[in-house]
Nanobody
């Protein structure tokens, strides 16, 4: 059973920083694209940032220049460095990953359980 394990959320003041981490547990073959999404109360889930296995990235306009997504392929881990946080960044952040199962033949879409990020003004 593959699960995505997230860590790093919390409460921070506006202007502060947080770093989120996410890695799969269980038996896998390899990890393809990885990304972070967020969902604020009363709003739809939205893409924050995404990174391919080759390292290409894309960001939501609202976080460009403040957030950085990166990955450690040796550890199958994706990170989201969040700087200059604003109250409007408050949301539950979800990790997403496309993972080849242990056979290397089937690609599955996985989601983490979510981690709360709260930015106070």
């Amino acid at each position: 059973q593959v699960q995505l394990v997230e860590s790093g959320g919390g409460l921070v003041q506006a202007g502060g920083s947080l770093r989120l981490s996410c890695a799969p547990s269980g038996s896998i073959f390899s990890v393809n694209a990885m990304g972070w999404y967020r969902q604020a109360p009363g709003k739809q889930r939205e893409l924050v940032a995404r990174i391919t296995s080759g390292g290409s990235t894309n960001y939501a306009d609202s976080v460009k220049g403040r957030f950085t997504i990166s990955r450690d392929n040796a550890k199958n881990t994706v990170y989201l460095q969040m700087n200059s946080l604003k109250p409007e960044d408050t949301a539950v952040y979800y990790c997403n990953a496309l993972i080849f199962d242990y056979s290397g033949r089937f690609l599955h879409d996985y989601w983490g359980q979510g981690t709360q990020v709260t930015v106070s003004s």
